[in-house]
């Protein structure tokens, strides 16, 4: 059986990581991953399909042994992906995106070095701009912080495997299957390769 | 002005990279590198578009200098891809696909360390056989020969970035593009992205 590719897709705010990520698995399939909470269920949740439903308890000793590839809190619970989780997806053959920011995505690098790590980025600042004054939701303090946040965001872009601008939705996604479908070829995924050629 | 990549296509005898190549340049463009040779040019063939017709002293004198990226002799001539007519390609934005063998594309990787090295290669050794008989062109001994060398062929084939295989024409010809696509995307090649991003 071979291994699916785990997907890391960052991008500063602005870049449209959530609507790329979910064009993506129209035009192709891809594993999903059940994040891991400590918040309680609310009604219709179902435990392992919604969310792993955990204790804050289970959550910390998690994050202690490693076993969460990143994690965040939001109104005092924890949110977080299991590492158990994401490899359980990758050995069954499918490919999976992680659509999560530059500090998590440096963890997963360092638990997973097979892991292939995209920066989804606007065409250039001023468009970035653009955008989120252009969604005419956020304050100006909000807007400037994103802003400002980029520069700290890009610090990490060369430790990424590639970049791809979000020009325009369908051609950004098509370029992101092609990475998918190269990485699959990569030789270093195909250490075994020159052997099995000859059995 | 974004560099084209050099594409360097290698494959056992009976892996179809010459079909492959063809159809690979009708579903996209790729420029096209025009070989030197010593012989003399046949009629209505016209220097700088059929060969660059050259000197065997001038050849010689390439080789030395370490301007050719891979040569070959045949009937006492020389044949080969000047690096300088490799270079005008890529620097003028196209990519550019080279159909070399093995030894030559090692060449090519110590002179350009950027040329991205696809080893394509027929399903399986059985189903390589079934093609080289399939032919029904070809001694014996030619063909047993040809078996034996993709021993030595596959050799280099840890050294090489990508494998595709060739079950398909189409499919596959698609995964070579996929890979040229992903290539453009790759990090290491666009080391002043980050800078540029905020300019």
Same sequence: chains 1, 2.
């Avoid at 291994?3 to 990520?21: A, D, N």
């Avoid at 979910?22 to 435990?47: I, Q």
């Avoid at 998590?104 to 989804?120: D, H, S, W």
């Avoid at 468009?127 to 610090?155: P, V």
């Amino acid at each position: 059986m071979e291994k699916g590719l785990l997907i890391v897709l960052s991008g500063p705010s602005g870049s449209g990581k959530g609507t790329v990520r979910s064009v993506l698995t129209e035009m192709e399939d891809f594993a999903f991953s059940v994040s891991a909470t400590t918040r309680a269920p609310r009604a219709g949740e179902t435990d392992g399909v919604d969310y792993h439903f955990i204790t804050h308890e289970s959550f910390e000793e998690k994050i202690r042994n490693g076993e969460m590839l990143e994690y965040t809190t939001y109104n005092g619970n924890y949110y977080g992906t299991e590492f158990s989780e994401v490899l359980a997806a990758v050995e069954s053959g499918r490919n999976l995106i992680l659509e999560i920011e530059v500090e998590g995505a440096m963890n997963v690098k360092r638990i997973y070095p097979e892991a292939v790590l995209i920066m989804l980025l606007p065409p250039d600042f001023a468009e970035q701009e653009r955008r989120l004054r252009g969604r005419g939701t956020e304050s100006e303090e909000i807007i400037r912080g994103r802003l400002e946040r980029t520069h700290a965001e890009m610090k990490y872009f060369p430790r990424y495997d590639y970049v791809v601008y979000n020009r325009e939705i369908d051609a950004c996604a098509k370029e992101i299957l092609s990475i998918v479908h190269a990485e699959k070829c990569a030789v270093k995924r195909h250490a075994d390769a020159a052997k099995r050629y000859f059995e």
